[in-house]
């Protein structure tokens, strides 16, 4: 079946310092992807849906400089959260669709964000 | 933004159990989806129902759609502990581009 990877699962990085996050489609092209953040016990927040060669939409109350979002590829979307801080910790989760809209939708297995 | 609003929050059975779980939506939408998540992991999967379908099963999950007042449930059967997890309903919000917003999701312990 379809499969998203994302890298890495896991990352400690320093305040300040700027930490980037993959996600692949594996077999299968994906146009849109988008990028999730869960706090713990909490459900999944959309923060932007990752558009193939164009500028990512972000939902309202996400900083675009904070949160930036590249999808070089049609199998490739990043997220790179820029001069991380504390409160930036938690789990990031991309997910991307196979073939046309209202299809299955698939997820990442997501990546843990800790600011130290 | 959340779109669907699961009830109960939090859920507690015995093994052999049914169990079902509830989700309310605001928007139109093409379809709903439901997920499972092991805690600390990503999202699994379990079923999509569109909106022009009311029921749909898959092995021990039973899915219902009601549009009329936007809502959705999802049974268990024959519950094990294995399927102790955080379940989430999932819409599209009936958007082109399958933009999936969540509820805040049910917490599931199955107890052996």
């Known amino acids: 079946g379809a499969v998203v990877s994302q890298h890495p699962s896991r990352v400690i990085c320093k305040s300040g310092t700027s930490v980037k996050i993959e996600c692949r489609s594996l077999d299968f092209q994906a146009t849109t992807m988008f990028w999730y953040r869960q706090f713990p016990k909490k459900s999944l927040m959309l923060m932007a849906t990752?558009?193939?060669?164009?500028?990512?939409?972000?939902e309202q109350g996400v900083e675009k400089d904070k949160f930036l979002i590249n999808h070089a590829s049609l199998t490739l979307s990043t997220l790179t959260v820029t001069s991380a801080h504390p409160e930036d910790s938690s789990f990031y989760i991309c997910s991307a669709v196979q073939g046309v809209a209202g299809n299955t939708i698939y997820f990442g297995e997501g990546s843990w964000l800790t600011v130290v | 933004s959340q779109q669907g609003e699961e009830d109960p929050q939090a859920l507690s059975i015995q093994e052999g159990e049914n169990a079902t779980m509830n989700c309310s939506y605001k928007t139109s939408i093409n379809n709903l989806q439901w997920y499972r998540q092991n805690s600390g992991r990503g999202l699994v999967h379990l079923i999509l129902i569109r909106s022009n379908e009311r029921e749909k099963h898959s092995g021990r999950l039973r899915v219902t759609l009601d549009t009329s007042k936007k809502s959705s449930s999802l049974l268990i059967t024959a519950s094990r502990a294995a399927d102790t997890a955080s379940y989430f309903c999932?819409?599209?919000?009936?958007?082109?581009?399958?933009?999936?917003?969540f509820g805040p999701g049910t917490s599931l312990s199955v107890i052996p």
């Open positions: 999932a819409t599209d919000g009936g958007t082109s581009y399958d933009k999936v917003i």
């Open positions: 990752s558009n193939e060669g164009s500028k990512a939409t972000y």
